[in-house]
């Protein structure tokens, strides 16, 4: 049986050499072997300039190749569901950037190839990995800032590129699809639970179709907690993360950094907790890797990502209806 997963990017975008392949060289159980463009000209380059050893001109051509296991799926978001579904066929387990697709019903087809082609198919939300979040979610689960009554979780950059995909409705595009389902994840995992409804604002930059500036209210049943959640392409950087409760606050003040401290503040006094985490890009190939070579179950199974995805069209329905909306429960 073999020890190291074999991967190839569909694609040459910069996440995929930023992030993932930085990610394989110390992951003890995964490589990235090749790199597809649409012409072979661009994966050659990048190929040769990131150390990959293999370069295919179509995307088509690397995922029917025996020399890979597995794809990392970085292309834009209305390609998820085609590509991912066409490398399901060939066999070929995926890990796919997020959001998963850019529909429900896409979703449901990209988890039913991967069952039934027997391979495994997990959305790319990395943050889960970090100790930071692990640490909030056990102290709301362990009731250490009593019932919670409000979250906000929230990413803000700015990109003044008019032909930046992430401002592209063709490519599903938008700073909520793009960052926003970031915070949407956020609070459903440092929850535990799924909402139930959501109401939320958007605003398009002129000359820009999908939104750029967007803010959401999901709320959770049980205590009633309402989450806000918001995205910005035009703004400064932000990274929020925030859990208010009866009898305290949890705030991560760089939320998604490896290095970033989780304050808890009871009684006006806060407690510091200072932690370092591995690169979450690491720990999520390991694991993906151990769930391809081992049969393990994935900790986050493609239904995760449907349930999410739930809730981040849902708070796209509630902006373009004007008015609060359920959530579907997945």
């Known amino acids: 049986m073999p020890d190291t997963v074999r991967y190839g990017l569909i694609s040459t975008a910069r996440i995929g050499f930023t992030a993932h392949v930085p990610a394989a060289k110390t992951s003890p159980n995964s490589e990235i072997v090749a790199v597809s463009s649409r012409n072979l000209s661009s994966a050659e380059a990048a190929a040769k300039e ?25 292309l834009p978001n209305s390609m998820h569901h085609e590509w991912t579904i066409k490398a399901a066929e060939a066999s070929k387990h995926i890990l796919c950037e997020k959001p998963l697709s850019a529909t429900m019903a896409e979703a449901r087809e990209m988890a039913a190839a991967a069952k039934a082609n027997n391979v495994v198919l997990v959305e790319a939300f990395t943050p889960r990995w970090n100790k930071q979040m692990r640490v909030a979610r056990k102290l709301i689960a362990d009731g250490e800032i009593g019932d919670v009554t409000a979250l906000e979780a929230g990413l803000s950059f700015t990109t003044a590129n008019p032909n930046d995909i992430r401002l592209s409705k063709p490519l599903a595009g938008g700073s909520f699809m793009d960052a926003g389902c970031y915070a949407v994840y956020a609070v ?14 958007d605003r398009k930059r002129a000359g820009v179709e999908v939104d750029t500036t967007f803010n959401g209210f999901l709320k959770f049943p049980g205590s009633g907690a309402v989450a806000h959640v918001w995205s910005s392409v035009e703004g400064p950087s932000q990274r929020v993360f925030k859990a208010t409760g009866t009898k305290g606050l949890i705030s991560i003040p760089n939320a998604f950094d490896e290095k970033s ?18 690169n979450r890009f690491q720990v999520q190939l390991d694991e993906f890797s151990e769930c391809v070579l081992h049969g393990k179950k994935p900790e ?11 809730s981040v069209l849902a708070l796209y329905e509630a902006a373009k209806q004007g008015k609060a909306v359920e959530v579907e429960q997945v």
């Open 50 to 74: 990131h150390g990959i050893p293999l370069a295919f001109g179509s995307y088509q051509e690397m995922i029917d190749s025996s020399e890979i296991d597995a794809v990392i799926n970085t």
């Open 188 to 201: 459903r995992y440092a929850m535990s639970a799924e909402p139930v409804s959501a109401a939320a604002f």
């Open 261 to 278: 401290p989780v304050i808890v503040t009871r009684d006006g006094k806060d407690e510091v907790m200072e932690m370092t985490s591995t």
């Open 300 to 310: 986050f199974p493609v239904e995760d990502g449907l349930r999410n995805m739930a």
